[in-house]
């Protein structure tokens, strides 16, 4: 995929324990976003960077936490897993001057299982 | 705020059928518009797009106009494959590339 890794692909994860998830980009680009996709609810924004260290909530931010401390590099993190997380994870990155024309590249996802 | 709506399904078709899946948009200003394509255990990849009204977007035999009098970013293809079984979305950017909104999305499966 056009530069974006996510690992890992696949966790089985209990409940309580901390989770992160990395997104990995070789573009250079400076936006970068996690999403879940559930069924019935599309793609839903969890939280988004716009620069290194600079980050910002989405729709669904609540039991989640990021950080950015390269610009290649953008880590989701569930600091005590619950059973409403089990989803499939998506990063997607953008070009500031190229995203209203070129829109979002997206990673293979990872799919996360709570138990 | 900016939204868009698009036919749930399922759909399912037969092969070499007609596919149109509907997509409308509510948007200020001059949006760009685009789908994208989730083939089963993937990502989203993006399938077409067009940036301005009355622009024409096609790839792999899939094609959507812009069409900004009914706000419609409509897909179509003449004669579908059953490796087109996949999920489409529809989205959109604002003008300023600053909000960028996801329909729900379409399941497609074609049948041989």
């Known amino acids: 995929d056009a530069g974006i890794t996510q690992s890992p692909r696949h966790k089985v994860t209990e409940t309580g324990t901390p989770v992160t998830l990395r997104c990995h980009q070789t573009e250079n680009h400076r936006y970068m976003y996690w999403y879940r996709q559930d069924p019935g609810h599309g793609l839903r924004l969890i939280h988004y960077?716009?620069?290194?260290?600079?980050?910002d909530k989405g729709e669904v931010s609540d039991g989640y936490s990021v950080s950015r401390s390269k610009t290649e590099d953008f880590l989701l993190t569930l600091e005590s897993a619950t059973s409403s997380q089990t989803s499939v994870y998506f990063c997607?990155?953008?070009?500031?001057?190229?995203?209203?024309?070129?829109?979002?590249?997206f990673g293979s996802g990872t799919r996360l299982t709570v138990v | 705020g900016n939204s868009v709506t698009q036919m749930e399904g399922p759909v399912t078709l037969s092969e070499e059928a007609f596919l149109t899946i509907n997509c409308t948009y509510t948007?200020?200003?001059?949006?760009?518009l685009f789908w994208y394509v989730q083939y089963p255990g993937e990502g989203l990849q993006l399938l077409l797009k067009a940036t301005k009204a009355d622009d024409k977007g096609s790839n792999k035999g899939f094609e959507a106009t812009y069409r900004k009098e009914t706000t419609s970013f409509h897909l179509e293809k003449g004669s579908v494959q059953v490796s087109d079984s996949a999920v489409y979305f529809c989205?959109?950017?604002?003008?300023?590339?600053?909000?960028?909104?996801f329909g729900p999305g379409t399941r497609l499966s074609v049948l041989p």
């Open positions: 948007a200020t200003g001059y949006p760009s």
């Open positions: 997607a990155i953008s070009d500031q001057s190229q995203r209203q024309v070129n829109g979002y590249t």
């Open positions: 989205a959109l950017s604002d003008n300023y590339g600053q909000n960028f909104v």
């Open positions: 960077s716009y620069g290194v260290k600079d980050t």
